[in-house]
């Protein structure tokens, strides 16, 4: 067995494709602000009244979710590219509001069938293998107005009658399937994870761990519904792998730690891969107040219907401390700044050792196969006047992470595939930026969607190549000589 080498995007930060067909989603309703201390805040949770002004066609906002980066149009391009880099396996959503716009339809749209049937198409033509996400942050906004998102329980037939025309119509031609992208991010933030907007008084957690129920309980169904349909892939649960560092030795420094972890980093995965709510889940809710609605036949369904592998997206790690230090941003998290690490240009710590050390603490508690279902470097590139792109900074993060990933592989942690996180560049799903560039294919859009939108290589894109080319000999030579 080898590591699978891929690429990943989402449709809402890729496709665009804002057509008359496609329903309005809770990303299309996200604006673009100028980065400010809380514009990823004020970007990432709205309100009724921020949903109100995106579906005011008159509005002055720029949406940039509902251009992405154009995939829509630059599909066939852009799987060229993948071919070229010789990428095993693919990583892509599907868009649930161009399927069915208002996510309560019997039929889906033609326009959107035809849409996946081609990329589906262009894909097995070219060989690439499948990692399917079916929802990764964009619900139709009709099911937040009209059930309140994730926190109504009808979402979750909805979501069925979404899954099995997926399964129907191209089960088949998927290796990997995955019901919720990094499904702790209902947790952090919850529009963008579990599509509840933001009342006078914020949150109540009780909805917010009543709509992550409803997750749970629609992915064991997805599961049990592909079974029952005898789907040749494999099912998977995600989360967003912070890997936390104690600041001090001081006891009470690595107690937090475990506290932290339990809630922020395992909830969701004990659940989806174990099959039942965790010891210090109900203390959690015993001490919070917080009574969840969950029947006897939903506690039988996460029991028989749990994950076959574990996947992490991975980009930074954390430290906690009990007493008040620097903090620096993150995937989702504030965190408190590590002095041993450098950190990317939006605050987030480059840790590749920490990526070694989280495959081996995922592996030891799920005792499944690992998948690195994101990892990459978010930074500011420069497009030269011949459209060249000399990010080192890029190649040198790739390199040391992939080195670290290996290293786990060889250790005995069975990754299955590493993707490449916005193999093309994509709209940033934290920040709505498009400077926040992460491809290895450069897309000429700004923040405010100027640009041609044309793609253009990164010397990451040749290094990537040479890359996974160099992997397939090495392992094709080894596989000989067994
Ligand atoms: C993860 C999301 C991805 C991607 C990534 C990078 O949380 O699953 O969609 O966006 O974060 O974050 P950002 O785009 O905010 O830089």
Redesign the pocket.
Known sequence: MKILWGGAT?AS?YEGGFTLEKGLDTQDCRPYLPRTSNATEETRLLTREKIEEAKNEASKQYYPFRNGTKGFEHLEEDIEYFAELGLDLYRFSISWSRLFPKGIEEEPSQEGVAYYDKVFQLLAEKKIKIFLTLN??AMPIYLVEQYGGWKGRECIDHFLHFAAFVFERWGHLVEYWLPF??IN?GYFSPYNGVGLLKGENGYQLSDVFQALHHQFVASAKTIQLARKMNLPGRFGSMI?CFCYYPLTSKPEDNLKLVFEEQMNQWYCMDILSKGEYPYYAETFFKNKNIVLQITEEDRKLLKENTCDFVSI?F?TSSVITVDEADKTAG??VVSTKNPYLKASE?GWQIDPVGLRTSLHRVYERYGKPVIVS?N?L?ARDVLTANHQIHDDYRIEYMKSYYEQAQLAFEDGVPLEAFIA??IVDIV????CEMD?R?GVIYVDADNHGNGSYARYKKDSFYWYKEFIKNYKKENSNELLSV
């Open positions: 989402a930060q990764h942050y992208n990094e991010a967003a997206s980009y995937n989702l939006w994101e990459g978010g996180w916005g940033s799903a934290g920040s926040k992460y």
